[in-house]
Each structure stands twice: as C-alpha cells, then as structure tokens.
C-alpha cells in the first residue's frame, strides 16, 4: 500500500518570494503523483501530475513540481509566491497497474503569502 | 464544461440522525469516487465506483455508511446512524475513465453532526 507525508503542515512566506511544498511518498512499485490546491470551502482542484517522461512538471498558476525516484520525493516549488496563492495544497499517489485512479493524499499544507 | 455538482452544501444532525449526499458528476466521466475529509487531513477514499458497479469499498464503514450509484451517472452516500466522528467534508470526484489522469472535485457537502 502506498502512503504520502506532507513534511510542513504550515508554510508562511512574503508575498514574491519563492515557496518550496515538501512531500514524500512510500511504495514498493512505480507510482503516479499529484499536487492539488484547495481554496476555503471549495473542493480540490489539480495542480499539476506526474505519469512519466521528464521529472520536471510545470503546471497551472506558475507552480512546478520535481519527481525524484531515488529520495521517493515529489516537492512543489513557486518562484514568486502571489497573495492569491494562500490555500491548502495536497500532495497525492496513485500506484501503477493496480487499482487504477486510486489516490492517496497527504494531510496537506497549508500556505500562507504574506503582504 | 459544466463541474461536480453536489449537494447539500452543509448539513447539520443530530447524533443517531440520518443523512444523505447527492453527487452529479461531469458527463461521460465512468469513475466517481466518496472521499471523506476530516478537519486537518487529507481526503480519505471512502468508495469507488466504476460506471454503476463498486470497485473498492474497502474503506466505508458499512454498519453505518451506504452508497449507490443507479444507471452509472448520479450517486448518493448514506450515513444511519450518525456519529459525532463523522463530521467531515465529504466529496465528490469523478474521472475519464479508470487510469489516473487526476480528478476533478466537487465543492463537497460539510457535515457536522452534535
């Protein structure tokens, strides 16, 4: 079975500066990875997801995200945070070949962008 | 295209109470799955379904929770009888197809039961 650890719980930053979202993951065989944002009292919406190819991910709003097999690590990074940006962000796994679209997700982060 | 729809968007019970959740999801997406968040957790995979047929329940709590989905496009959770553990978000996701693509989520229905 797989499992993910979200490392912060909480990430204060000032507004343009840059944000690492740390996650790790566990499994004994190739996994998918997500990162999902979810605002106050909406449902999560993706951020950005690694299937395969290249290790570097870009997705929306400026976030890009690094797969690194051998550290089983997946961390968000921004290079200039917006206020907007203020939300909780969930890191998720879905193992390959098994149970197809199942996810497993962290207990989150939340990102606070300060003025 | 037009999102997850759910529905209530709260709901407050009393404990013992019975209370259910609708969710539509986008069309033509053949899986959904019930996630339950808890305040300060992640989303908890509840049940899937794949078209109107389960494909993993293993995490619903079947003394007390049900779930349907009838002719493969709408779905309802049930929950008799409440308890104070389960105030949570509880959401809707549906997806293409059964490869992990990602999700898209629906505003979920907030449940506090006293």
């Known amino acids: 079975a797989q499992s993910v650890t979200q490392l912060d719980s909480q990430v204060p930053v000032f507004e343009e500066a840059p944000v690492e979202l740390r996650c790790n993951y566990s499994s004994s065989v190739s996994v998918y990875l997500f990162w999902y944002v979810q605002y106050p009292n909406q449902g999560l919406q993706l951020l950005l997801k690694?299937?395969?190819?290249?290790?570097l991910v870009k997705g929306i709003n400026g976030f890009e995200a690094e797969f690194n097999k051998s550290q089983t690590s997946f961390h968000l990074r921004k290079p200039s945070v917006h206020i907007s940006d203020t939300a909780e962000y969930f890191c998720?796994?879905?193992?390959?070949?098994?149970?197809?679209?199942?996810?497993?997700f962290g207990d989150g982060t939340t990102l606070t962008v300060k003025p | 295209e037009a999102g997850v729809a759910q529905s209530p968007r709260y709901k407050i019970i009393e404990k013992r109470q019975s209370v259910a959740f609708w969710c539509n999801p986008i069309?033509?997406?053949?899986?959904l799955y019930w996630y339950q968040q808890i305040l300060g957790q992640g989303p908890k995979l509840l049940i899937q379904?794949?078209?109107?047929?389960?494909?993993?329940d293993s995490q619903l709590p079947k003394d007390r929770f049900s779930a349907e989905r009838l002719k493969g496009v709408d779905s309802t959770l049930k929950i008799q009888p409440a308890k104070l553990e389960d105030s949570a978000v509880y959401l809707c996701a549906s997806a293409l197809r059964d490869t992990p693509y990602g999700y898209t989520f629906g505003s979920g229905t907030r449940l506090t039961v006293v």
């Open positions: 379904f794949q078209n109107n047929g389960v494909v993993d």
């Open positions: 998720a796994v879905s193992e390959v070949d098994t149970n197809a679209g199942k996810s497993t």
């Open positions: 069309s033509g997406h053949a899986t």
């Open positions: 690694y299937l395969s190819g290249s290790t």
